[in-house]
């Protein structure tokens, strides 16, 4: 069975930047693929970014040059480092992994406002 567990959601203002962190727990760790989803306030869960266990990295193009996300599978752990952060940016962030079937942790808040 996996867990998946965030942290480091807050409160930021604008142009500022959070380091969102999840730790899976579990086995093979290196063989999933990772991804980091939001959810705005009456909006759809999207996808922000992802990381295949190949190594591809992916993001949606609202995020490109502003988040970056990395794994270290050493620590089970899967990173989201979000940088010039914008109001739009505000949302729960969900932390997934996926094989052969998709695992989702319990989410944290992120809020960009002044």
């Known amino acids: 069975q996996v867990q998946l567990v965030e942290s480091g959601g807050g409160w930021v203002q604008p142009g500022g930047s959070l380091r969102l962190s999840c730790v899976f727990s579990?086995?093979?760790?290196?063989?999933?693929?990772m991804g980091w989803y939001r959810q705005a306030p009456d909006k759809q869960r999207e996808l922000v970014a992802r990381i295949l266990s190949s190594g591809n990295i992916g993001y949606a193009d609202s995020v490109k040059d502003r988040f970056a996300i990395s794994k270290d599978n050493a620590k089970n752990t899967v990173y989201l480092q979000m940088n010039s952060l914008k109001l739009e940016d505000t949302g729960v962030y969900y932390c997934?992994?996926?094989?052969?079937?998709?695992?989702w942790g319990q989410g944290t808040q992120v809020t960009v406002s002044s």
């Open positions: 997934t992994a996926f094989a052969l079937k998709t695992y």
């Open positions: 579990g086995r093979s760790f290196s063989a999933y693929s």
